[in-house]
């Protein structure tokens, strides 16, 4: 699976959107990007995925450039339950077999009141 | 809705003990993946599972092992427990395998002392 890099660190006023980087520069054609988060402690959360168009759901966008070679998460209007780490992952679509998901860093989202 | 449902959610036991870490998947979910989480640490990959057979195999140390049973539960033994094994270990579910989306459980906190 192709590696993913994002920053340690991000803080959001609360009410604001939240927008997360991911770069994913060596992803391949059937490689997906997934979005989990994790609040402390707590199990990861899925959040959304995408292929090459652009995807949202009740939860955030995600956002991928045209060559693939980055994406976004946003949370249009974050709140302080959205704290947590958000972790970028990218995945084969078309691989047999239980795909497992690596976590790299993430990102450290912290919303501020 | 159903979610993935980890038995027991705290453990403590001393070096050198087993311990048996359950794991109950959503409801038609076929596929069920082991994580562990270090103090600190993001989540890494340990086995998954998909209709009984061990599909995939990351970083599991030889005095663990796992299964899924008839019903889609799984069982993650620990034997001859190390105080590096204190940490967060976590259950994901998917219905089907390749790229399909993770559902986590709350996961078990095992402090091995």
């Known amino acids: 699976d192709a590696k993913t890099t994002q920053p340690p660190s991000m803080d959001c006023a609360e009410g604001r959107a939240a927008n997360l980087p991911c770069n994913h520069s060596t992803i391949s054609g059937n490689e997906y990007v997934y979005w989990y988060r994790q609040i402390h402690s707590q199990g990861p959360q899925y959040i959304i995925h995408g292929l090459k168009n652009n995807e949202t759901n009740e939860m955030a966008s995600l956002i991928i450039t045209e060559d693939r070679k980055s994406s976004t998460l946003i949370l249009p209007h974050a709140t302080l339950r959205d704290t947590a780490v958000y972790y970028c992952i990218v995945r084969a679509a078309l691989i047999q077999g239980a795909q497992k998901l690596v976590f790299g860093q993430g990102t450290r989202l912290t919303i501020n009141p | 809705a159903a979610g993935v449902i980890q038995s027991p959610r705290h453990l403590i036991k001393e070096k050198r003990e087993t311990a048996t870490l359950k794991c109950y998947p959503i409801?038609?979910?076929?596929?069920v993946y082991w994580y562990q989480q270090g103090p600190g640490q993001d989540p890494q990959f340990l086995i998954s599972f998909y209709e009984k057979m061990q599909s995939d195999k990351g970083s599991i140390p030889d005095r663990f092992s796992a299964q899924q049973f008839s019903d889609y539960h799984s069982e993650l033994n620990m034997s001859s427990l190390e105080l590096g094994d204190s940490a967060l270990y976590f259950c994901a579910s998917s219905l089907g395998t390749g790229a399909a989306e993770q559902y986590f459980g709350p996961g078990t906190r095992l402090t091995v002392t």
């Open positions: 409801p038609r979910h076929d596929t």
